[in-house]
C-alpha cells in the first residue's frame, strides 16, 4: 500500500482553512474514490483527473485509488481540488518527490486536456496558505499576478498539469499547450470624477467633504437634477488612497467574486446597487457557495443607494447590522461566513414618488399617503445610524463670477480630508479607532477628550427634548469633532456643536 500527501486551500467566505489531500493506492478492485465531504462539483473532479492525465502522458494507478480531504469535517467545494488531487493520485506510485509534494499547495481546476484553469478565489486562498507557514504554492497561468500579491510566499504558475508533475520530478514529456487565459481585468480606474464641476451647491460639497474627513454616513434628500448622485460619484475620489491591508482585503472580494485581480487598487470601491436589489445582492449568500454581495464589494469604500425609496424595506434594513458591526455575517445550513463590512454609506431619495413635493415652482401630483409610504420606507432605526441628513434644492441661477468664487476642486478637497483625518489619527492615537465615526458613544461623553458642559449644552437639550436618541447625540458628538478637525480646532465649539445638530436634524441652537 502506497499514500502520498499533498495540501488544498476549502474558502469559506474569506476564510481558507488548509487541506490535507491524501491519495491511498491498496490492491482491490479498481475505483477512484473521493471522501472528505465533497460537494456535487467536486466529486466529479474523479473524471476529470482521469481525462487530463492521459492527455498529458500521466497513467493513473490501475488499482483501488482513494482519495481522503481532510479534516473530513470540513465542507469544501469547487474545482480547485482537482490539481492537489490528481498530484496526489500520480504520486502513489512514487514516480514523484513525495517531498517536494507534501511541501507544496495545489490549486486550481483541471480542463479535460489537462490544462489548468484559472479559478476563483485564489488571493484569499494563497493568503490563508501563507498565514499557515506554506512557503510553495502552485496555481493555474492566468491566476499568477494575481497570487503574486501575497509577499512571503513562492508563487509558481503552471499551464498543465504535466508542467506541474515535472516540477515535483516526474518523467513526463513536455507538450506545448496554450494556457488558458484569464478572464478580462475589470478596470476600477475610470478617471477621478472632478468635485468642481458641483454647481451652486457649496453646503452640499461642505457636508461630503465632512462625511469624507470623519467617515461619516450620509442621506441627502431633494427632487432629481439636484446633484444628489452627482455628488455621490464624487466621494471615492476625495478620500485617502487605501493602504496595503486595505488594498489587499479589496482585492481578496473581487477575487471570490470571480473578477481578475491583476495588481492592487488603491482607490477606494464605489458599489451602487440597483433599487430592485434583493438582500441576497446586498449582503451576499448563495445555496452552496457564499459569495459577497454589495456591502462586502463595499468595503474600505463607498455603498451608494440611489432612490433609496424605491427599496424594499427589509432590504434596507438588512444595512443595521454590518453598519453597527462593521462586518456581515451569511448563515447557511452547515455553513457560516463572515465578510468585512467597513463601510461609507451614501443614500439619496426624493421627496416624493414623483420627486415635486416642496418643489419651488413644482407641481406634486402624489396623495400624502403615497408620501408617508415612500419616505417610511427608511425606517427609524436605520435613519438613526446616519450621521448628516442633508437637504438639497434644484440651482436656479448660475453666474460665472459666482461659481468661480465658490468652486472647491478634487484636489483641495482631498487635501482637506487628508488633513483632517491626519489630526483624528493623532488625537486618537493611544485608542483602537482612527476615524471620528468610530469612536465608540461611552468614550466621547466620557473619556479624557469629553466636553465641557457648557459646551453640551444645546445637545443635552436636544437629547431632553426627545429630538435626539442617545446613539443621535453619540453621532452629533462625532460630527462635531470632525468639524473641529476640518477647522484645525483643539476640540469643538458650541457652533461646531450647532452645525453638526443642524446637519443631523436639521435643528438650530
Keep these: 500500500m502506497t499514500t502520498a500527501r499533498t495540501w488544498a486551500i476549502a474558502l469559506t467566505g474569506l476564510d481558507g482553512a488548509l487541506v490535507e489531500v491524501e491519495a491511498d493506492l491498496s490492491n482491490q478492485q479498481p475505483e477512484f474514490r473521493i471522501i472528505g465531504l465533497a ?4 466529486g466529479e473532479a474523479v473524471q476529470r483527473v482521469h481525462n487530463a492525465s492521459a492527455n498529458c502522458g500521466l497513467a493513473l494507478p490501475r488499482r483501488r485509488l482513494t482519495v481522503n480531504l481532510s479534516p473530513a469535517s470540513l465542507p469544501k467545494h469547487g474545482s480547485s481540488f482537482d ?3 490528481a498530484i496526489a493520485a500520480l504520486a502513489t506510485e512514487g514516480s514523484m518527490d513525495a517531498v517536494s509534494i507534501a511541501e507544496t499547495v495545489h490549486i486550481g481546476e483541471l480542463g479535460l486536456d489537462g490544462r489548468l484553469r484559472p479559478v476563483p478565489g485564489v488571493l484569499p486562498a494563497v493568503m490563508a496558505a501563507a498565514r499557515e507557514g506554506k512557503r510553495r504554492v502552485i496555481v493555474p497561468l492566468a491566476n499568477e499576478a494575481e497570487a503574486s500579491l501575497v509577499e512571503g510566499i513562492e508563487v509558481i504558475g503552471a499551464v498543465s498539469l504535466g508542467d506541474v508533475a515535472r516540477r515535483h520530478g516526474a518523467d513526463v514529456e513536455e507538450r506545448p499547450l496554450d494556457p ?3 478572464p478580462s481585468v475589470q478596470t476600477a480606474d475610470n478617471g477621478v470624477a472632478e468635485l468642481g464641476e458641483v454647481i451652486g451647491q457649496r453646503d452640499a460639497v461642505d457636508a461630503l467633504i465632512a462625511a469624507a474627513a470623519g467617515g461619516h454616513h450620509m442621506l441627502m434628500s431633494g427632487p432629481p437634477g439636484a446633484g444628489k448622485t452627482m455628488l455621490a460619484s464624487r466621494l471615492p475620489g476625495i478620500l485617502p488612497e487605501l493602504d496595503d491591508a486595505e488594498a489587499l482585503e479589496v482585492a481578496s472580494i473581487r477575487s471570490l467574486c470571480g473578477q481578475a485581480v491583476g495588481t492592487l487598487v488603491r482607490r477606494p470601491p464605489f458599489e451602487a446597487p440597483h433599487h430592485s436589489a434583493s438582500i441576497a445582492a446586498l449582503v451576499g449568500g448563495g445555496s452552496r457557495v457564499l ?12 455603498l451608494f443607494l440611489d432612490e433609496v425609496g424605491e427599496f424594499n424595506p427589509s432590504v434596507l434594513d438588512a444595512l443595521r447590522q454590518p453598519l453597527e458591526k462593521g462586518e456581515i455575517t451569511i448563515h447557511r445550513a452547515g455553513v457560516t461566513a463572515s465578510f468585512p463590512a467597513s463601510f461609507q454609506l451614501i443614500l439619496a431619495t426624493n421627496p416624493c414618488p414623483c420627486g415635486n413635493y416642496g418643489v419651488r415652482g413644482g407641481s406634486c401630483v402624489c396623495p400624502p399617503i403615497a408620501i408617508r409610504r415612500y419616505l417610511g420606507r427608511l425606517s427609524g432605526p436605520l435613519l438613526d445610524r446616519v450621521d448628516i441628513e442633508l437637504g438639497l434644492s434644484r440651482v436656479s441661477v448660475a453666474h460665472a463670477a459666482d461659481l468661480a468664487a465658490g468652486i472647491v476642486t478634487t484636489a483641495d478637497a482631498a487635501a482637506r480630508v487628508a488633513e483632517a483625518r491626519d489630526r483624528a489619527a493623532h488625537r486618537l492615537r493611544a485608542t483602537p479607532w482612527r476615524l471620528n465615526a ?3 458613544g461611552p468614550w466621547l461623553r466620557d473619556g ?3 466636553l465641557a458642559p457648557v459646551v453640551r449644552r444645546p445637545l443635552d437639550a436636544a437629547l431632553h427634548r426627545g429630538s435626539l436618541t442617545l446613539r443621535g447625540y453619540d453621532r452629533v458628538l462625532r460630527v462635531a469633532w ?7 480646532r483643539a476640540s469643538p465649539t458650541v457652533s461646531d456643536i450647532g452645525r453638526a445638530l443642524f446637519m443631523k436634524k436639521g435643528i438650530t441652537t
Design 39 to 42: 460537494d456535487k462539483a467536486l
Design 83 to 85: 490539481v492537489a488531487i
Design 180 to 182: 488558458v487565459p484569464a
Design 291 to 302: 459569495r459577497p454581495g454589495a456591502i462586502a464589494r463595499a468595503t474600505h469604500g463607498v
Design 438 to 440: 468610530r469612536v465608540s
Design 448 to 450: 479624557p477628550l469629553a
Design 482 to 488: 470632525t468639524l473641529s478637525d476640518l477647522a484645525a
